[in-house]
């Protein structure tokens, strides 16, 4: 029981202790998968559309980024003071350009997912570091056992040697989907917290509770 609440405690002191200025802090994440002979053009348009998002009222921060083994793969990373900026944001010319520039070079349509933060750490990324963006569904009966399961994954992860960042986001039209997005200083980072025991005893505990496949991608932060 004692082992439970200091996970608990440490789950909760997470949240607190990061970068969020408001608990009403909106997330989008999303993917674009661009024709192999396009990535350039994709990746000049992501470009472009974070160039103008980080101008606009109420954005936090916007992150794209390049999948290291499969490079015509992109993810983008929003964060926006609340959801009425998020929704501001995506009426603006900003969000119509980027899909006007990408609807002749992407193979599937440009997929956005707004979350809800759950569990973020202090906001931090670098050029050269290592990103592991992870989709994880679980069952929906146990998506309380499995967000608990998270949050004390995620207090454990952040002391990991080599962690920059680790964020818990749940979809706010799907609760019992979630995002993970782990910043690490490199592969052997990454690998050294696969091997750690509350990634193993997390991922066994998961998998009976996971609707899907634990989808991880590893990507690299595009300047």
């Given at each position: 029981m004692l082992r439970l609440m200091s996970a608990a405690a440490a789950a909760?002191?997470?949240v607190s202790a990061g970068s969020i200025a408001s608990a009403q802090e909106a997330y989008?994440?999303?993917y674009a998968e661009a024709n192999p002979a396009n990535v350039g053009?994709?990746?000049a348009a992501l470009r472009q559309y974070r160039n103008a998002s980080r101008k606009e009222d109420g954005n936090v921060r916007v992150e794209i980024l390049q999948n290291i083994f499969r490079p015509q793969q992109f993810a983008v990373l929003e964060a926006w003071k609340d959801d009425k900026a998020r929704e501001t944001h995506a009426a603006a010319a900003s969000a119509k350009a980027l899909h006007e520039h990408l609807s002749s070079v992407l193979t599937a349509p440009y997929d956005e997912r707004?979350?809800?933060?759950?569990a973020v750490s202090q906001f931090k990324g670098a050029a050269g570091s290592v990103y592991a963006v992870t989709h994880v569904d679980f069952v929906?009966?146990?998506?309380d056992d499995g967000i608990a399961a998270l949050k004390t994954l995620a207090a454990a992860s952040v002391k990991d040697r080599g962690n920059?960042?680790?964020?818990?986001l749940q979809q706010t039209s799907r609760p019992n989907h979630l995002t993970l997005v782990e910043v690490w200083h490199g592969v052997q980072a990454l690998e050294g917290h696969e091997a750690a025991a509350h990634t193993k005893t997390f991922r066994n505990d998961a998998l009976p509770m996971t609707g899907a496949l634990y989808d991880q991608r590893l990507y690299r932060l595009v300047n």
């Open positions: 909760l002191l997470l989008v994440v999303s053009m994709a990746r707004p979350h809800g933060g759950l929906g009966a146990k998506k920059i960042r680790y964020d818990v």
